[in-house]
């Protein structure tokens, strides 16, 4: 197991068109889903109904997606290693968005939780989208970290009608402005709203905190 949690990778997804992926389940790998990239091309498709659990590194990591984009509805996700199975190796995160992507990544009605130290990572210049998802916890390392973390990406962001159950801070946006357009809208949130950084074109409003004084 834990040369799995160090190196395996459940899934791997290169050149595939119109790719149906229909309840699927992974437990104690290094990435759960991985989309890359090869000679003949990327990925696009519908996931329905997969999951990933005792993820080490990321349950889902796209290094590269078609335009058309990777669909995924209810999904589940968690990113972090039992004590009982290995040492946890690496920043935990459900979600990995490399450098490399330009393609449109979107999840749809999904659960995100366990002891991660982030929900997801974002770089590349595609466009990421989180819809009726649910965020349970991150930030497990108590280093101040949000769920949804702007790593230098150059795409866009949304983020709508999710619900963010642990008080702790929710988007950043990066410091450097290299977000093209973020638009998060629609959450209801446990504890003060903590959103971070700016995009280019940057839209927040409708959010529902349980704090009333923000």
């Excluded at 459940?10 to 389940?25: G, P, Q, S």
């Excluded at 290094?30 to 519908?46: E, L, M």
């Excluded at 009982?84 to 450098?99: E, L, M, P, R, W």
């Excluded at 410091?175 to 995009?199: F, M, P, W």
Aim: with cysteine; charged share 10%; glycine share 12%.
């Amino acid at each position: 197991m834990s040369w799995q949690l160090l190196h395996g990778r459940a899934f791997v997804f290169a050149r595939t068109d119109w790719e149906y992926v229909f309840n699927t389940f992974a437990f104690g790998y290094a990435i759960g889903y991985h989309f890359v990239a090869s000679p003949q091309g990327s990925c696009n498709g519908n996931f329905l109904g997969i999951g990933a659990d005792m993820v080490a590194n990321a349950s889902v990591q796209v290094d590269a997606s078609d335009t058309f984009g990777i669909l995924i509805t209810n999904g589940e996700f968690t990113a972090f290693v039992d004590p009982h199975f290995g040492k946890q190796y690496a920043d935990s995160t459900q979600v990995y968005i490399n450098a490399s992507n330009s393609g449109s990544v979107r999840f749809v009605n999904s659960a995100f939780w366990g002891p991660s130290n982030s929900i997801a990572k974002l770089a590349g210049s595609g466009t990421t989208g989180f819809a009726d998802c649910t965020f349970t916890e991150w930030d497990h390392s108590k280093q101040g970290r949000y769920a949804i973390e702007v790593n230098g990406a150059t795409g866009n962001l949304l983020v709508n009608n999710c619900d963010f159950q642990h008080n702790g801070k929710q988007i950043d946006l990066g410091t450097s402005t290299t977000l093209a357009r973020a638009v998060i809208t629609g959450n209801v949130i446990q504890g003060q709203t903590q959103i971070s950084g700016k995009a280019h074109n940057t839209q927040i409003g409708l959010n529902a905190d349980s704090n009333p004084t923000s």
